[in-house]
């Protein structure tokens, strides 16, 4: 496991074909999880932003140390330690996975323990955490992706907005995954909240991104700006305020952006 921003973290769980044929693995994995007595913990996963295309994995037993990377495949899995919308730590208080169950897609069950010699049970926020697709395991000498890295977004926002009306603002997400992605599981979510003075806040709030002008395939590199509407309410006080944006598209890189304005009477 390996830690990312704002307590964000992530894993991969590896796959070895030890058969004497080859394996197809395709889609999405379900994980649960499990605490150090057994018990199931509840939790909600949400699909990981991953392509989803089918991995042929060849038997490992005869492959070379330069090949074998081709009976292998990984699973990610991304959790955090932290508040998703960067504002402190989790509500409920953290939750610890001591085992792990995968259910393939297709039949097949394995259980296992989720420590490792370099880690420890896994600690998250309850109940969300991400599972991604199947992916090949990188050739040798070939450069690793970055677990979770998907995408990277920036904030414009105008440097003043006035209580009782809208504060219109951009949001630009790029792609810097180094291949094409997808959103199986429907648009992401994003988060917003505004925060004033004397720890006036709007509140966390929760919608879906309207992804449809992003395509079916999201190339490498590719840019797309969104137009954000917020409404500052009439009671608001005036003063300096913080805005804070976060896109949920299941990767571990999706600490929420800040940005600073004032806010001033009509």
Sequence with gaps: ????????MTGAIDFANVSSTPCVLEGIAVVDLFGAKGATISTSAYTALSTATP??????????SESVSAGHASVEIDWSLYDEAGAGSCPPG???AAAIEITVPGG?????????????????????????????ATPAGAGALVPGQYFQ?????????????????????????ARP??????????????????????????YVLNCQPMGAVIAPGA?????????????????SYS??????????NNGALNAALKVIAP
């Design 55 to 64: 991995v042929i994995l060849q038997p490992v037993a005869g492959l070379s």
């Design 108 to 136: 097949g069950t394995v259980t296992t323990s989720a420590i490792s010699p370099r880690d420890g049970p896994i600690t998250f926020c309850p109940p969300r955490f991400g599972v991604g697709a199947f992916q090949p």
């Design 243 to 252: 805005l804070a944006w976060g896109l949920d598209a299941g990767d571990s």
């Design 1 to 8: 496991a390996m830690g990312l921003t704002n307590g964000q």
């Design 153 to 177: 977004a920036t904030l414009k926002v105008p440097p003043t907005a006035i209580v009782g009306q809208a504060l219109n603002f951009q949001v630009t997400v790029t792609s810097v995954y």
């Design 223 to 239: 840019s797309f700006t969104f137009a954000m509407v917020l409404q500052i309410p009439a009671s608001a006080p005036v003063g």
């Design 94 to 96: 953290l939750a610890q």
């Design 181 to 206: 992605l997808t959103f199986p599981n429907g648009c992401p979510a994003y988060v917003v909240d505004l925060g004033g003075p004397g720890g006036w806040s709007l509140g966390k709030t929760w």
